[in-house]
């Protein structure tokens, strides 16, 4: 800026000063120089001379001082400002900037004009990036929205896809639980049992992928409730019990003595977990056998209450090759594709489980040699129920105790270890019914012995007999593993038996029978014979003809009397109308006049207003989300069975209301 104010400075008016200087001095000469004629009264050259000589002394002295002193100063100041560019302004600059004030305030509104020009551009640069943004952020939104709403649309979608397939599946397998127990043929036998299985599987696939949409959707919530591990565990194996059977594969749970019984959590989707991961190690393993084994990674933390629970799934299936485990846990696919051709499935199994461990803080890895096997293993973070004490089923009233284990295998050895080091209990191992007898024929000191049926020579089921003719070992209490099906072996057989642990082979079954009086526990020759529902009167509210069919002979099978309303109203009618003559009532929640919800209201205010005792009722609903279960508990129902309904779940839900009901 010092710069530019200085280049202002002209050049021309320090000429005019000096050029006016020099005329006033030389017109003072000359005005001298001719007094000195006149006074002289003489012409001479030399005056002339003398009057050029003193013009020129004068314009060199004016030069120095208007001129080159001045200009010595300006440079002087130049050069200072270029290396020194906060130096002080000299008077003369001051005197010079003065006398541009005009055009510097000129020059200044210029800049100030230039300045604003810039800020508005970029403030309007910055207005319109804020626009764009804005305009981005919307469209998010609005997509955001799109989705949301999309994935509501295909939850409501796969939920209602979920009711209308659930119901006539009911019917479906309904109807063939009951074509199974009339007299049929081997061939019809096994066309039925091909449908029932195909109507579970079908039936599988549907729920999971009602819970991967769930999943997906950010929908699946998990309840926090009070479970027994220990029977969740043993009741969910049960649905392998006839996979066991069928390809001869050993099943063994093995519950470590440490791990708490009671907890608090979501059982239906720990369930799921098993059932996943235990299928999938059934699907992929031919021979062997499936090792579960559940134990505490870490002791209880008595702060939080919380435990870190292992679950450790071992088989002797086909294993998985290291580059095809990344497919393992991704949806809709397989580990190959030659894979999923071969063994058929959707791939969704070991998504959920994945899933759904997450949920509960846990992780699941995999360690797998192709052809040798593969090992599963994930934990659950869960809450300790403090209010319930574990009942430990490894008691050490063992100690001392000696069992014979007639086994030729080697899955039963390991799972025994861990639990012979908990209760004391001596093992001894053969592995062919010669090398039993002779043992036993050598010592008399065995207090229990167990037969396998997978003998090689001699099947346990006919060593029984050779045993009890042994001196010493008539009344040993002897249990019996079996290899398949019990109305396959000779009943008189198996009464020689005190104790029968069907597979799937659990710890926790052995201790808890070694621990009672084996002595005096007798196997029944005809297990089915037990108590009787007897007496017990049903109303049965279902609008399905078909549905109507199943229940009613599912409830003739617990010798339970029926009787059969088409719609909520008219149930609400044939109650109130017949106060007393139900003992319990089955309510479907979705059917014409009158839901099952609104019945069950309008029976409890019945109930209410008369001083009436309220009678069982029990929800039928092809809904499994947590909300429908919840309602139907609102609304004063006392219990929930999912479609499809089965004889298992009506007693489970007959016991769990009080009463008591059993096949004939």
Partial sequence: MRMDLLRRIKFRRVLLKLSLSSFAISAAVLLLLRQLRIQLGTDSLWLDLIAVCACLIAF?????????????????????????????????????????????LKLAINDLHQSMQNEFQQQRQIEEALMQEKQERLATNQKVAAAEEANEAKSQFLATMSHEIRTPMNGIIGMVEMLNSTGLNENQKHYAEMIYRSSETLMAIINNILDYSKIEAGKMYLESISFDLYKLANKNLQHFQ?????????????????????????????????????????????????YLEIFPRQPIDEKSGLVDLGFRIEDTGVGVEDAAKENLFCAFKQAEEGTKRKYGGTGLGLTIAQQLVKLMGGEIVIDSTPGRGSTFEFNLRLEVNREKKTSSPYKNSLQGRKLLLIYAGRILNKALQHYCSVSGLEITVVDTAAIALARLEREQQFDFILVADNLPQQKGSDLAKSIRHLHGFEKTPLLFYPEKNLDRYDQKLLTLFDEILEPPFSVI??????NKNLEQAKIESNPANISTGSGLHALVAEDNPVNQMVIEGLLKKLNIKVSIAADGLQAKTMYQQQTGHYDLILMDCEMPKLDGYEATKAIREFEEENALANTPIIALTAHVEADHRQR?????????????????KLKESLNATGLDASVE
């Fill in 60 to 104: 060199i002295v004016l030069c120095e001082i208007f001129v080159f002193k001045e200009l010595r100063q300006v440079l002087n100041y130049s050069k200072k400002i270029l290396h020194k560019p906060d130096a002080p302004v000299t008077p003369l600059v001051k005197s010079h900037l003065a006398k541009n004030e005009i055009a510097s």
């Fill in 242 to 290: 006839a996979n066991s059977r069928k390809s001869r594969l050993e099943f063994v749970i093995n519950i470590h003595n440490e791990t708490p019984q009671f907890l608090i959590g979501d059982p239906i989707r720990i369930g799921q977990i098993f059932n996943n991961m235990l299928a999938n190690a059934y699907k992929f393993t031919s021979d062997g056998y499936i």
């Fill in 509 to 514: 079954k052995l201790s808890q029978f070694l």
């Fill in 632 to 648: 139907a508990y609102d609304c004063g129902m006392n219990y929930y069975i999912g479609k499809p309904v089965t004889i298992d």
